[in-house]
């Protein structure tokens, strides 16, 4: 039978199972939840920054912090993970508030951190390939190789045939039969010579053209009417290290 002491313990002690058990509930939950955009954000390490550096878009330095109310104030003792879990939270967000797509950690321990947020990406043309550098002839347009006789004048260049239109889609608008340029098999075949297209910036200028070098960021990129875009071969590259 249970005297008054004994009843008096298991109160105390129920009621101090109940406290460490709301205690427990309040710090675990002392740091933000990981958004969406952040979840999406990759973090980098030390091996794989200078890759990183090299191919990626730097976007800006990022902070996180975990510095919550009363809660927590007592619980850097022993919930140190905590703290660090809840600034990198912060710091992975901020990042992909950026649009970032990788995220380098350079400083900090605990609740202060800060790092380099980062954009992998790669300029794609209208065709979806990936943009390169080419010699823009005086005409506007790409310079290409062609077929030349024997006196030098261009032959078997693309045009259409029973209508009028300077590509495929349009001459086929119109009715008419596209007939494509000559290739370099066919043209040497003919006993003509083929002149391949300017591979440099030198040979470019030489022929009245200018040179258009490979777009390593996002205004070179827009500036040549590409898309600047995600370059999702960095991503598996970096994962596989």
Request: negative net charge; contains cysteine.
């Given at each position: 039978m249970l005297n008054?002491?004994?009843l008096v313990f298991l109160a105390k002690a129920g009621l101090m199972v109940l406290f460490l058990i709301s205690l427990s509930s309040m710090l675990t939950s002392c740091g933000p939840n990981?958004?969406?955009?952040?979840?999406?954000?990759?973090?980098?390490?030390?091996?794989?920054?200078?890759k990183v550096v090299n191919q990626c878009d730097f976007l800006g330095n990022v902070r996180g912090s975990a510095l919550f109310p009363y809660c927590c104030v007592f619980s850097w003792g022993f919930l140190g993970d905590t703290f660090y879990a809840g600034a990198l939270n912060e710091l992975m967000d901020n990042a992909a508030e950026l649009g970032a797509s990788h995220l380098f950690v350079n400083m900090g321990d605990g609740p202060?951190?800060?790092?380099?947020a980062y954009f992998c990406a790669f300029c794609v043309g209208p065709d979806r390939k990936p943009d390169e550098a080419f010699c823009m002839g005086e005409d506007g347009r790409r310079d290409v190789g062609f077929c030349e006789d024997q006196f030098g004048?261009?032959?078997g260049n693309a045009s259409c045939k029973g209508a009028t239109?300077?590509?495929r889609t349009e001459c086929k608008a119109n009715g008419g039969k596209w007939m494509?340029?000559?290739d370099q098999p066919t043209c040497e075949k003919?006993?003509?010579?083929?002149?391949?297209?300017?591979?440099?910036?030198r040979?470019?200028?030489e022929r009245g053209g200018t040179w258009m070098p490979l777009a390593k960021d996002k205004r070179a990129c827009e500036e040549k009417g590409n898309r600047w875009v995600p370059n999702e071969d960095v991503v598996r590259d970096l994962e596989d290290e």
């Amino acid at each position: 039978m249970l005297n008054n002491k004994n009843l008096v313990f298991l109160a105390k002690a129920g009621l101090m199972v109940l406290f460490l058990i709301s205690l427990s509930s309040m710090l675990t939950s002392c740091g933000p939840n990981l958004s969406t955009r952040a979840s999406q954000v990759h973090l980098v390490n030390v091996e794989q920054i200078r890759k990183v550096v090299n191919q990626c878009d730097f976007l800006g330095n990022v902070r996180g912090s975990a510095l919550f109310p009363y809660c927590c104030v007592f619980s850097w003792g022993f919930l140190g993970d905590t703290f660090y879990a809840g600034a990198l939270n912060e710091l992975m967000d901020n990042a992909a508030e950026l649009g970032a797509s990788h995220l380098f950690v350079n400083m900090g321990d605990g609740p202060f951190l800060i790092g380099e947020a980062y954009f992998c990406a790669f300029c794609v043309g209208p065709d979806r390939k990936p943009d390169e550098a080419f010699c823009m002839g005086e005409d506007g347009r790409r310079d290409v190789g062609f077929c030349e006789d024997q006196f030098g004048n261009p032959v078997g260049n693309a045009s259409c045939k029973g209508a009028t239109g300077n590509d495929r889609t349009e001459c086929k608008a119109n009715g008419g039969k596209w007939m494509p340029a000559l290739d370099q098999p066919t043209c040497e075949k003919q006993d003509n010579t083929w002149m391949p297209e300017a591979s440099d910036e030198r040979a470019c200028e030489e022929r009245g053209g200018t040179w258009m070098p490979l777009a390593k960021d996002k205004r070179a990129c827009e500036e040549k009417g590409n898309r600047w875009v995600p370059n999702e071969d960095v991503v598996r590259d970096l994962e596989d290290e």
